[in-house]
């Protein structure tokens, strides 16, 4: 299972952000999220979600001796996982990297894109 993105139909609205670190940190932070809004406010104005792509070879993990079923559940991983998505996807914030766990199976950011540009 992954999230899709449909970057045409993102308002911006942050509300996919917010009910992440809800969810996972029980705060509204944008900052402890592991669904990301980039802004391009220069040149398309669009936004877009970046998420884990829960890619089959996880690149992300590449060196480590782990059970890449076991760790795509959890939610903060350590920060040289971040630096290593080819795809700038998980996101880290002081220490700390947020990874997409789907909400163990129920993503939330799915049930809240009023626009509908997530979806599974």
Request: charged share 30%.
């Amino acid at each position: 299972m992954r999230i899709k993105v449909d970057k045409e139909k993102c308002s911006g609205c942050q509300l996919c952000e917010m009910v992440c670190s809800l969810f996972h940190a029980g705060i509204i932070n944008t900052e402890k999220s592991a669904i990301r809004i980039q802004r391009d406010d220069l040149e398309t104005s669009m936004s877009v979600p970046i998420v884990c792509r829960q890619c089959k070879e996880m690149k992300c993990l590449e060196g480590e001796d782990a059970d890449k079923r076991h760790e795509r559940k959890k939610f903060l991983w350590n920060k040289a996982r971040a630096e290593r998505c080819p795809f700038h996807a998980v996101n880290l914030f002081r220490e700390e990297a947020y990874h997409c766990d789907l909400c163990g199976g129920n993503p939330r950011c799915i049930k809240v894109c009023t626009p509908a540009a997530l979806h599974l």
